[in-house]
Structure formats: C-alpha cells, structure tokens
C-alpha cells in the first residue's frame, strides 16, 4: 500500500485548504484512515480519523467543527477539507492507514499506523 498525500498550500488565516490521499495498491474494505501534522521539533500530532467499515469520524479538540475528514470509495481517497485555519494550523500533513479498525481510543496514536503518506505543507499565514 503507498499512500500519496496532496493538497497542501499558503493559505491566510481564516481560509479553507483541502487535502486529498491516494492510495494505491490494495483498496480498502477496513482499517482506519487518518491524518496527523507535525511541526519541526515537536511530535507528531492526531488531526482526525476514520473508520472505514462505520465512517466512525473522530477529531482533535483543537480542529473540532473547523476540519472534515471524508471518504471515496471509488477513488480509494481520504480527504481533509480544513476550514477557517489559524495560524497554529502551520505544520507538515500526513495521512496514514491502519490495517486493524482501532477502537476511538487508539485512533490518535502514531505507532499503531501501517502506512505513511510522504507529507504536505501547510502554511497559514498574512
């Protein structure tokens, strides 16, 4: 499975960004699908996650009723749509899939991940 992320920008604060991931190599019947972030120096950040067999979403406080994650099952695409960023939004974004349905309370941990997107940048700034 590769997963390939894109999507990322310059955006000013209060704007909307959509971010896609492409996999390809097997298609989905299960598993979790998420997105984290990461900031140079510090760890790697849960954004928001999704069940593939219930569409379970699960959010980050800090992204709550601002960010959506969403699925295709045609195209075997997650997607991120992030609306109203702020400045702290700033950091590389990474999707990342997990072969086994993690319970909501696994979802927003790193090392329980399979598969990792290379990344994109996400910059919100004036």
């Known amino acids: 499975v590769q997963l390939q992320a894109s999507g990322g920008g310059s955006v000013q604060p209060g704007g909307s960004l959509r971010l896609s991931c492409a996999a390809s190599?097997?298609?989905?019947?299960?598993?979790?699908m998420a997105w984290f972030r990461q900031i140079p120096g510090k760890e790697r950040e849960f954004v928001a996650a999704?069940?593939?067999?219930?569409?379970?979403?699960r959010y980050a406080e800090s992204v709550k009723g601002r960010f959506a994650i969403s699925r295709d099952n045609v195209k075997n695409t997650v997607s991120l749509q992030m609306n109203n960023l702020r400045r702290e939004d700033t950091a590389v974004y990474y999707c990342?899939?997990?072969?086994?349905?993690?319970?909501?309370?696994?979802?927003?941990?790193?090392?329980?991940?399979?598969?990792w997107g290379q990344g994109t940048l996400v910059t919100v700034s004036s």
């Open positions: 190599g097997r298609t989905f019947s299960n598993g979790v």
């Open positions: 990342a899939r997990a072969t086994a349905s993690l319970i909501v309370g696994a979802q927003n941990t790193a090392r329980l991940y399979d598969y």
């Open positions: 999704l069940r593939w067999a219930d569409r379970h979403t």
